[in-house]
């Protein structure tokens, strides 16, 4: 489904570069999240967004920066790419379900990001 | 904060054979447990979940426990089949102050035909 969109799918790049990327959503939630992806590390947390004013760093925010433009729109920044932060980047949103917890994510399709 | 754990990393079984994942969690505030399935070369996606005033949920071949004292719940697949082959993440969550899921490392699934 293409509810949670991600710009660029694929992106090389050079150490020292700034690289954006972005990710829309039409689902209407509020809650939003961006995951880096390595293999033998599963889904760890960068950042995340509960509304448009709410800006939380996760595990591993260093080197990376986020702006929430919108309800629908939260962009992932790295302000100077290293080839360790190649990997593969997904975008999440949720809507906190009422009635005693649970938050579904929703994830998008993912950017595999190479820094050379 | 909440740290989760995932066995084993990888797992192959027999076609129409069972696979069981494990997961444990530390903090014990955790209420919500979630499984995503990850298809090689797609984004993870929601097959099951269970919260924490249940100690197990069926979908048809899948079905999640809960062992809350323990803290630690697992993933069973009866009557595997090749599309289950796939990556397997577990989740816990808890709507008090943190609320935000934390993932486990993730189980590569084979099914050998």
């Known amino acids: 489904d293409a509810d949670v969109t991600q710009t660029p799918r694929n992106r090389i790049t050079k150490t020292g570069k700034r690289i954006m990327l972005e990710c829309s959503q039409t689902?209407?939630?509020?809650?939003m999240y961006w995951y880096r992806q390595d293999p033998g590390l599963g889904l760890r947390l960068i950042y995340y967004?509960?509304?448009?004013?709410?800006?939380n760093k996760g595990e591993i925010s260093d080197g990376y920066s986020v702006s929430r433009q919108a309800q629908a729109k939260f962009s992932l920044s790295l302000e100077s790419a290293i080839p360790n932060q190649t990997a593969l980047y997904f975008c999440?949103?949720?809507?906190?379900?009422?009635?005693?917890?649970?938050?579904?994510?929703?994830f998008g399709p993912g950017t595999r990001l190479t820094v050379l | 904060g909440e740290n989760v754990e995932q066995h084993p990393s990888t797992l192959s079984v027999q076609e129409g054979d069972s696979a069981v994942i494990k997961c444990t969690y530390s903090?014990?505030?955790?209420?919500?447990f979630p499984w995503y399935k990850q298809e090689l070369g797609k984004k993870p996606q929601l097959i099951i979940d269970i919260r924490s005033n249940v100690g197990e949920k069926k979908d048809q071949r899948i079905a999640v426990t809960l062992n809350k004292t323990a803290k630690h719940f697992s993933l069973h697949i009866t009557e595997t089949q090749p599309e289950d082959s796939a990556v397997y993440f577990c989740a816990a969550f808890h709507n008090f102050g943190n609320e935000k899921l934390t993932f486990g490392t993730g189980t590569r699934l084979t099914i050998i035909p």
């Open positions: 689902k209407g939630h509020d809650r």
């Open positions: 903090d014990s505030a955790s209420n919500y």
């Open positions: 999440a949103t949720s809507d906190l379900t009422s009635g005693g917890g649970g938050d579904t994510q929703y």
């Open positions: 967004s509960f509304d448009v004013k709410d800006i």
